[in-house]
């Protein structure tokens, strides 16, 4: 790919990370608490430590 094709795909990906850390930090609590347990149940099942 050229590099001036790369650019903007960066630029965009990092438009989208930072506006979904908005969206999750300006949301209402319960959606947060929601997301929150998606991730630990997520990183849960996910991990390779059984404890």
């Known amino acids: ?3 001036s ?7 965009a990906l ?3 990370a930072l506006c979904f850390i908005l969206d ?3 949301a209402p609590w319960p ?3 929601l ?7 997520g990183s849960r099942t996910l991990s ?3 404890l």
Not at 5 to 11: T, Y
Request: no cysteine; net charge neutral.
């Open 5 to 11: 094709e790369e650019i903007p795909r960066i630029f």
């Open 24 to 26: 999750i930090a300006l």
């Open 35 to 41: 997301i929150l347990g998606l991730v630990l149940a």
């Open 48 to 50: 390779p430590l059984k």
């Open 14 to 16: 990092g438009i989208v």
């Open 1 to 3: 790919m050229n590099l």
């Open 31 to 33: 959606v947060q608490l």
